[in-house]
């Protein structure tokens, strides 16, 4: 090891923020489950490094400096051999692996009280150097590694990592719950750069301008530091950004790139007190509008297109999950827990089946083993706030779905497919389940409705639900934003719940909150009480939210009573 660390002289931070999950090993060990990527320009590395360290934030990134002044670097480090059997990954790819949590220092310094964690970096051969001649010495890895630390913070600052707390998804007593819901990012073009907005939002250009304030509000407000989760509500690249003029031709550039390129970006610097990161697939990261057209010739009788698995398979390789999902694994539908609340992020693209005026009112949005594992999720998590993500509008339905049931087949929201709408709402007021929220994206237009699910007889009770849905993070096509006045808001229709009961769906006037942005909702430590703020250019909320007092905080655009999540 000696013989060979003598020859490794470079070292560099990964390409990607860390995420992070801990669980015991199949031997029964505490380890902490980490994912990050390589930069692709510096190949394979010889080790996986980690380097104990404390991290003080000020708004130029603030500084990072060894835990221990007293030893050498190289003698405070965790190494681990670099291993890549899989030949065909590529540097840049989705980098896994896992570490004994034993390596982890203390959450916090006890003399200066700052955040303490390891800085995962990768030691590589320079083979440059190595190629010149006439020089006396190499680099040493003490010298590397000091190099690797005088760099600017905010180069280093997404390789920090924290320990995880043993059980991260339990509620913090009194703490509530924040999280930040947010969609749709078409990505920003040759001319539309933001040098600089990773310090200060009013440096980014249009295309990054929501993206920019999304990561100010997460590291500079008091109630973005107590946000715990993003939720991505779709669209999280555009595959089709150019409408097929320049897009890429094959499934690398097309796909798997856009992803690396995402991530790699600003929602790198998202700090690690935004502990864990959720995304939901939809259209754009295939097609437009993408769905199956049926085909009886086809296997299964329909055509899904010539780059539909290359898209699935690069969104699978892209999650941002460090550990493993609740669930079945590779369905992009699953349900997890996080800090006293229950979600289930819903697959409401992939598993469509084909629609044609004749089969409308049967077509399925989703699968059936994923309507059965939601109505599972629905039952067994009564008693605790529920949300529902997918990224396509639930509610309300669309002025023109309401005139003509046939217009259902041009819309791509949930209204397109009114068997899994009435499914929705009837297992709702099926199962009694009160104040469910339902979160989307999609539309590119901030707003909410209110909804109550009634029998039209009046021989029941009426179950409340919320709809909640976040514009674009970046939309700058007027055509592709959904207009406020298209949507059936308010308005009443009925349809037959699954046990065949005639239930009534009434739907508030729409609350409209436009232009690029992002949600940030505010769960009560009781999980009596859900507060919704929208951030847009004309309020933005790391602006908005800065103070430590709430008093001092704007009214929020919307407040729901939950009533505890009952079911």
Request: glycine residues 8%; hydrophobic residues 40%.
């Amino acid at each position: 090891m000696k013989r060979l660390l003598a020859e490794l002289c470079s070292v560099f931070p990964p390409l990607h923020r860390v995420e992070r999950a801990r669980a015991l090993s199949p031997e029964g060990v505490d380890e902490v489950r980490v994912l990050t990527a390589l930069r692709p320009e510096r190949g394979w590395p010889r080790h996986w490094a980690w380097l104990p360290v404390r991290m003080a934030e000020d708004e130029q990134g603030g500084a990072i400096t060894p835990l221990r002044a007293d030893l050498p670097l190289s003698q405070q480090l965790h190494l681990q051999p670099f291993e890549h059997a899989d030949v065909s990954r590529l540097p840049g790819d989705a980098l896994r692996g896992a570490l004994p949590a034993a390596w982890f220092p203390p959450l916090q310094d006890p003399v200066s009280g700052q955040a303490c964690g390891l800085l995962c970096l990768f030691v590589y051969a320079d083979l440059a150097q190595q190629q010149r001649e006439g020089q006396a010495g190499e680099t040493t890895l003490d010298a590397a590694l000091a190099t690797a630390l005088a760099q600017d913070p905010l180069q280093l600052r997404h390789a920090f990592t924290p320990l995880p707390p043993e059980d991260e998804t339990a509620a913090r007593p009194g703490e509530g719950l924040g999280f930040v819901l947010a969609a749709c990012q078409y990505p920003p073009q040759m001319l539309d750069v933001s040098p600089g907005a990773e310090r200060d939002p009013a440096r980014a250009g249009p295309g990054q301008a929501a993206l920019a304030r999304l990561l100010a509000f997460t590291r500079a407000s008091a109630a973005g530091r107590q946000t715990s989760l993003l939720l991505l509500a779709g669209d999280q690249i555009y595959a089709d950004a150019t409408g097929g003029l320049a897009d890429g031709r094959n499934s690398v550039d097309r796909y798997a790139r856009p992803y690396q390129q995402f991530k790699a970006g600003l929602p790198r610097h998202l700090p690690p007190s935004l502990a864990r990161i959720v995304h939901a697939p939809d259209d754009h990261e295939i097609v437009d509008n993408w769905e199956p057209v049926a085909d009886p010739s086809a296997p299964g009788g329909q055509r899904r297109g010539p780059l539909v698995d290359a898209a699935l398979a690069a969104a699978w390789a892209a999650r941002w999950e460090a550990g493993e999902r609740e669930g079945v694994l590779e369905h992009f539908w699953h349900r997890f827990d996080w800090r006293g609340a229950a979600f289930f992020v819903a697959d409401a693209r992939t598993e469509r089946e084909p629609r044609h005026v004749a089969r409308l009112d049967q077509a399925q949005m989703l699968s059936a083993c994923q309507r059965q594992a939601f109505e599972a999720w629905l039952q067994a998590r009564a008693g605790r706030p529920r949300f529902v993500l997918s990224g396509s509008l639930p509610l309300p339905r669309r002025r023109a779905t309401r005139a003509h049931a046939a217009s259902a087949l041009r819309s791509d929201a949930w209204d397109g497919y009114p068997a899994s709408l009435h499914w929705l709402l009837g297992t709702l007021w099926t199962q009694r389940a009160q104040d469910v929220v339902l979160l989307s994206g999609d539309e590119h237009r901030s707003g909410y409705v209110r909804a109550e699910i009634a029998p039209v007889d009046g021989s029941g009770p009426a179950v409340r639900l919320v709809s909640i849905h976040s514009s674009a993070l970046y939309a700058p096509w007027p055509f592709a934003v959904t207009r406020a006045e298209d949507f059936a808001a308010p308005e009443s229709f009925e349809f037959q719940a699954p046990g065949g009961q005639v239930l009534r769906c009434t739907v508030s006037a729409w609350h409209d909150a436009p232009g690029d942005g992002f949600a940030h909702l505010r769960l009560d430590p009781d999980g009596s009480r859900l507060r919704l703020w929208f951030d847009r250019a004309g309020r933005a909320l790391h602006q908005a939210l800065a103070g430590a007092d709430e008093a001092q905080w704007p009214a929020p655009d919307g407040e729901f009573p939950l009533g505890g999540g009952q079911g």
